[in-house]
């Protein structure tokens, strides 16, 4: 089992910016990749970015690509999620993920989730 625990949301104001956290324990040897995922009020969830456990390949959704950017801390054993630029779309709670095996952009592909953090952004 691999347990995953997200911190750092909070309530900025559009054009602002918010660093999310990560943090995975349990048997994160069996780790290929860490999603991230949002979802708000009414919508489906959707992929946000994902980054293998290595830190070598990093994926973006088109609509935080160039405002978001994903890394792994290797000294915290955390995957980060860096969000700049925030628009009032990008309010939802988001959650990571983790995968074992071979994963695409689809919540499906991932095992593991954390309890989400509330993103809110204000115009």
């Known amino acids: 089992q691999v347990q995953l625990v997200e911190s750092g949301g909070g309530l900025v104001q559009a054009g602002g910016s918010l660093r999310l956290a990560c943090a995975a324990s349990?048997?994160?040897?069996?780790?290929?990749?860490v999603g991230w995922f949002r979802q708000a009020p009414g919508k489906e969830r959707e992929f946000v970015a994902s980054?293998?456990?290595?830190?070598?390949?990093?994926v973006y959704a088109d609509s935080v690509k160039g405002r978001f950017t994903t890394s792994r801390n290797f000294a915290k054993n955390t995957v980060d999620l860096q969000m700049n630029s925030l628009k009032p779309e990008d309010t939802a709670v988001y959650y990571c993920?983790?995968?074992?095996?071979?994963?695409?952009?689809?919540?499906?592909?991932?095992?593991?989730w954390g309890q989400g953090t509330q993103v809110t952004v204000s115009s």
């Open positions: 349990g048997r994160t040897f069996s780790v290929l990749g």
């Open positions: 980054i293998r456990w290595s830190g070598s390949i990093t």
């Open positions: 993920a983790a995968s074992p095996r071979a994963y695409g952009r689809a919540p499906q592909g991932f095992d593991y």
